[in-house]
């Protein structure tokens, strides 16, 4: 087998695989538009299910709940998964591999194990202090599943830091915390950013987690969907499974620009 071949087999194997996976997602897409409610034949294009979907008040509701456990689990994680990286950078190496390890735990931990941790953690509070799991316990969840990969977003950026940056910074008269905010953290913004992005598209897209942490006074969009497909599945699936996607997508995009644009100026 000559090499020019073994290239067009390889390229083919890799179409099949992708094909194999995004098959599903494309078929839903499409019927997302689908004029009737069948699954199966196409009657015709329509966005009558995406006007259905933005009137319903439950998935609505659901979705703001979404949105609002996001951007707040992410901003928390944000900060807490910076000032812990820093910390973690700062310490003797075998000190900083035993906690970067605790770090990963999370990271290759199933998420239904992380789920009903968490379920039991918050029940056994709640009996001693009298609450009952809600938005609170989610935010929470959300919080502790999104901090290690902040952490580990920040970390390459601080092994790239030069530390003569922050010694010249301190020789010239500040403080160490006005270094940190002056010379570090514009110095890992990217970093910082990529963190907080990657943190905001596990939350909204988190349902394990979610289920056993939310209680029955809340529920996210994921939750929502899932609740959906027990029932008879409506096109509006079609249509909010489409959106979900296509944020999740744009997302992810937007991560990976940021990292090759930063390692072509590194490559520089």
């Known amino acids: 087998m000559t090499a020019g071949s073994r290239k067009i087999g390889s390229r083919l194997y890799t179409a099949f695989i992708m094909l194999f996976l995004y098959a599903p997602i494309f078929v839903l897409i499409v019927f997302s538009f689908n004029e009737t409610k069948s699954r199966t034949v196409w009657s015709g294009f329509t966005f009558k299910w995406y006007g259905e979907l933005l009137s319903d008040s439950g998935i609505m509701g659901s979705l703001y709940t979404t949105l609002a456990v996001s951007a707040l689990s992410m901003a928390v994680a944000t900060v807490i998964g910076t000032i812990s990286a820093v910390g973690f950078f700062n310490m003797r190496k075998r000190a900083r591999g035993a906690f970067l390890f605790v770090n990963d735990i999370p990271l290759i931990n199933a998420d239904i194990i992380t789920g009903v941790a968490m379920c039991l953690l918050f029940v056994m509070l709640g009996s001693v202090l009298k609450f009952r799991p809600g938005f609170a316990t989610l935010l929470i969840a959300h919080i502790t599943f999104n901090i290690p990969y902040v952490i580990l977003s920040v970390m390459p950026k601080l092994r790239q830091l030069d530390g003569n940056l922050v010694d010249a910074a301190m020789d010239l008269g500040c403080t160490w915390l006005r270094a940190f905010r002056k010379v570090i953290i514009p110095e890992i913004m990217p970093g910082i950013i ?66 090759a644009k930063q390692e072509a100026k590194v490559k520089k």
């Open 194 to 259: 990529n963190g907080a992005m990657i943190a905001f598209t596990m939350s909204i897209d988190d349902f394990v987690i979610s289920y056993f942490t939310a209680g029955s006074r809340v529920m996210t969009l994921s939750m929502n969907i899932y609740a959906m497909t027990r029932k008879r599945i409506s096109p509006k699936i079609n249509a909010l499974s489409t959106l979900l996607f296509a944020v999740v997508l744009v997302l992810l995009l937007i991560i990976n620009l940021r990292e």
